[in-house]
């Protein structure tokens, strides 16, 4: 008798695995200041460092479209642990063994954004070629787990960094690696399935020049950059607006920002039967373009700061979103489709945030003008969907 497979193996380690890629987008912002005062770093060097995380995991999404269905899934995928692991081992050590400390941080950022962009491109198409009935609902679910990664990581490093002080950091970072070495072993036994059969997926010119999936990339790219807009600034703009620490404003930026997005993800999860998913995302992304008129125009600090974290409600489930509306109108595209898609979001991601900060240094450091300027991203995402509803259909269930 064949044994059945146990597809809930799969979904853990890929929960596992967006709780290893939030741990290296979010645990190292988080040592910036105390690079600077133990190594010396200028803040002007330190701004490298997101610049290097975010290169490496655009150039890892171009790559992964050629190769991970040549080497295939379940190889790439512990490489991404294993990378990921390695990076932060070696990011508890480098900086102290080596002549210039900038120099092992960034060998150690390039290790696990190597990691971080094989997840992005691997562990949606993993799920989705899993036998789960409403995939728009467990794909949701699954990318929560990068927001609640993100809290944990936020919260056990501060309260971590608030005990045993941040001279420690080294043995909290080799904590951190624990997670992404025992998922290993997770995907070394659970099951994976081919998205695709071989010589049945789309080829990469195919793909790009189907008007559907050129708009899903434009979506994606507005995605990417109105969540990691609010995302790299709620901090700074928690701090400037309401004049708290940084450690208050951390807690309160970010972390409750990371919050609402997951909480967005996990509620649509379980109601995305119920659920038309173009037209929710079509009420969130005017819902996002409120929340930033709210902090970029609110002269209530207040106000600026619920802006701020309902942000993280509106742009929840769009990511998500997107990928299960092309999974559904492209179900041929492959891993190509995949690894599109994240790289369009890490574009968005790269360039929203570096936009906002270059329109507030323009106009004098005033970061509310910058933040009113990124409105245009959900205003293209919400025209975006009203062209997907009229030209592509309307109802989008899965």
């Known amino acids: 008798m064949t044994k059945t497979k146990n597809y809930k193996k799969t979904l853990i380690a890929c929960y596992l695995g967006f709780i290893t890629q939030a741990i290296s987008a979010n645990f190292t912002p988080l040592l910036f200041l105390t690079f600077k005062s133990t190594y010396g770093i200028s803040l002007e060097m330190i701004a490298v460092i997101p610049m290097v995380f975010y290169l490496t995991q655009l150039l890892v999404d171009l790559v992964a479209v050629k190769f991970a269905d040549i080497i295939g899934y379940r190889t790439c995928v512990i490489a991404s642990q294993l990378v990921s692991a390695l990076g932060l081992i070696l990011m508890a050590f480098l900086p102290e063994v080596l002549p210039n400390p900038f120099v092992g941080i960034i060998i150690s950022v390039v290790l696990y954004a190597i990691g971080s ?13 899993c036998p789960f009935e409403n995939k728009a609902g467990v794909m949701s679910l699954l990318h929560s787990f990068y927001c609640w990664g993100a809290v ?51 080829r990469i010119g195919q793909l790009l020049r189907l008007p559907l999936f050129l708009l899903m990339i434009l979506l994606m790219i507005c995605v990417g950059a109105s969540e990691a807009t609010m995302t790299q600034w709620a901090s700074a703009f928690t701090e400037s607006a309401l004049g708290v620490s940084k450690t208050v404003g951390d807690l309160v930026g970010p972390c409750l920002f990371a919050v609402f997005m997951g909480v967005a993800r996990v509620f649509y999860g379980k109601k995305s039967e119920k659920i038309d998913l173009t037209r929710v995302m079509l009420y969130c992304g005017s819902l996002c373009v409120v929340c930033y008129l709210l902090a970029a125009l609110s002269p209530i600090p207040i106000i600026g700061l619920v802006g701020c974290a309902l942000c993280g409600l509106s742009v929840g489930i769009m990511w998500p979103g997107t990928i299960s509306i092309s999974s559904q109108k492209c179900p041929k595209g492959g891993t190509a489709m995949f690894a599109f898609l994240a790289l369009a979001g890490d574009l968005g991601a790269a360039i929203g945030p570096g936009m906002v900060g270059g329109i507030a240094d323009a106009v004098g450091g005033n970061l509310k003008t910058g933040l009113l300027f990124a409105v245009v991203f959900p205003v293209v995402l919400i025209f975006g969907l009203i062209l997907l509803i009229k030209k592509f259909g309307k109802h989008i269930h899965q």
Do not use: D, Q
């Open 117 to 129: 962009g094989l997840i992005e491109v691997l562990l949606s198409p993993i799920v989705e070629a």
């Open 152 to 202: 944990g990581v936020i919260l056990g490093s501060t309260l971590f960094f608030a005990i045993f002080g941040t001279a420690y950091w080294h043995i909290l970072t080799l904590i951190w690696a624990v997670v992404p070495l025992l998922n290993t072993v997770n995907f070394l036994f659970c099951p994976i399935e081919r998205l695709v059969e071989e010589g049945e997926g789309l």
